[in-house]
């Protein structure tokens, strides 16, 4: 061997010492992945009776994989539903990079309909579906939580899933303004969890368990997967390259 290639081969192994500490360094960016609701105020409820709270567990669940398959580190808060109040949401995100909230939608009550299922009436409504997604313009961090929540939305949308419309128009009675009509993004200014935090937050809305065909496909693991996928890689790509949320 002569004495060149192994300089090189000295310098090669300096290289990827050195880029191994540069990378224990850096760790990687954890986020705080918040169930929506708890087991005694569960949420909205589905055109079939089913508790929001036990979508948004299940989904959750998918999405803190998803993000650990992307080498991101998670903190998963109120998985068990006996989280005490709506500060301790954020309270117990506290040092991470990142919070979402995972939800399931409702509409507005005059939309909703009686039918009968499984010998009980219940109410739906068919006439919206789809995901969205809301940001604080109260956020210490607006500026990270809205390239968050776009990103989420561009991977959602290249992914097939299809934004709702029904947060921004004259039926709602609290109106969310666009923060972003492409990515469905709005602004929900005074949601305490996106706002009494010190983390970019962002809350979403995964579908509406009213709507009776959207209820099936929420349940659909494979789709559940798709889901939580798209939203991971959302994430990660706006941690990691500001300002490119897509
Ligand atoms: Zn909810």
Not at 71 to 81: A, E, H, K, M, T
Request: charged share 20%.
């Amino acid at each position: 061997m002569s004495s060149n290639s192994k300089a090189s081969r000295i310098a090669g192994s300096l290289c990827c010492i050195l880029g191994l500490l540069a990378s224990q360094a850096a760790p990687a960016a954890e986020v705080a992945v918040d169930v929506g609701h708890t087991l005694a105020a569960s949420g909205a409820v589905s055109a079939r009776g089913r508790k929001e709270f036990d979508f948004n567990r299940v989904l959750a669940e998918r999405v803190v994989k998803a993000l650990a398959a992307r080498g991101l580190g998670v903190r998963p808060i109120n998985f068990d539903g006996r989280i005490e109040s709506l500060d301790a949401r954020p309270q117990a995100a506290a040092g991470t990079d990142f919070f979402i909230a995972i939800h399931h939608d409702s509409v507005q009550a005059e939309l909703l309909e009686e039918w009968e299922w499984e010998g009980n009436t219940l109410n739906f409504s068919d006439r919206h579906s789809g995901f969205s997604l809301f940001v604080s313009r109260n956020s210490p961090d607006l500026e990270t939580s809205l390239r968050c929540a776009s990103a989420i939305g561009a991977w959602l949308r290249r992914q097939g899933f299809a934004g709702a419309t029904h947060h921004a128009d004259s039926l709602a009675h609290r109106p969310r303004p666009y923060a972003d009509v492409q990515n469905t993004v709005h602004y929900y200014d005074n949601l305490v969890v996106l706002y009494r935090t010190t983390l970019p937050a962002v809350l979403f809305e995964a579908g509406v368990i009213k709507h009776r065909a959207e209820e099936l496909a929420l349940l659909d693991p494979a789709r559940q997967e798709r889901m939580a996928d798209a939203i991971a890689t959302g994430i990660a790509a706006c941690l990691y390259v500001p300002g490119q949320a897509g």
